[in-house]
């Protein structure tokens, strides 16, 4: 049976983006059919968790309801170069557990993070949706591969905005950051486009 899973952020012991968190997990119950869900809520009060300091709570569940917990301490990566990878047919608009063709495609680049093209267009990294920034304004790709819970927040909150990347206009950007339920757009470092070692327009992108 397919697993699971969600990463949600804890900090001094207060729990982020519950609500969001909660309706995905909803949702993936309901889009296979199954009636109910977990409650997110309930599971992390009877953790019991009272360190402070920032932490991972990672959920990992079925579709039987069954599920297990880690809480991991957790610092933001500082990533030092990225590159475009076209995988044209991969598919993840769930969050699974199984993450093997995003680390084979890792392993096949040249640079420590990923950026996934899917017919010619910016989706995410292996492990979050992207912030693109062109004058004072944030945007986020329309084409992303999972929805994240941050990018949801984000947008409703009105702080970022949606529109079409693409590997024709990525260049009309000048900085991008990285951002996933661990990482406000507040809090992470911040790129210049440069970081891309294989822009449109230097080398060959890479198709795995």
Known sequence: MSQFIESIKVEDQDIFLLDFHQKRVNQTFAHFGKEGSID??????????????????????????????????????????????????????????????????KIKSKAEEIIIIKNNHITDTSFSNLLFQKGKDWFTPSTYLLNGVQRQHLLKQKKIKETEITLQNIREFSHFQLINAMNDFDDMFVYPIQKITNLPGSDEYLDV
């Open 40 to 105: 997110l809520e309930k599971i992390f009060k009877n953790l019991n968790h009272d360190e402070d300091g920032l932490y991972k709570l990672k959920i990992t569940y079925d579709l039987d309801k069954k599920f297990r917990t880690m809480m991991i301490p957790y610092a933001i990566p500082e990533i030092h170069d990225f590159q475009l990878v076209e995988n044209n047919i991969y598919d993840y608009s769930f969050k699974f557990e199984d993450r093997k063709e995003l680390e084979r495609m």
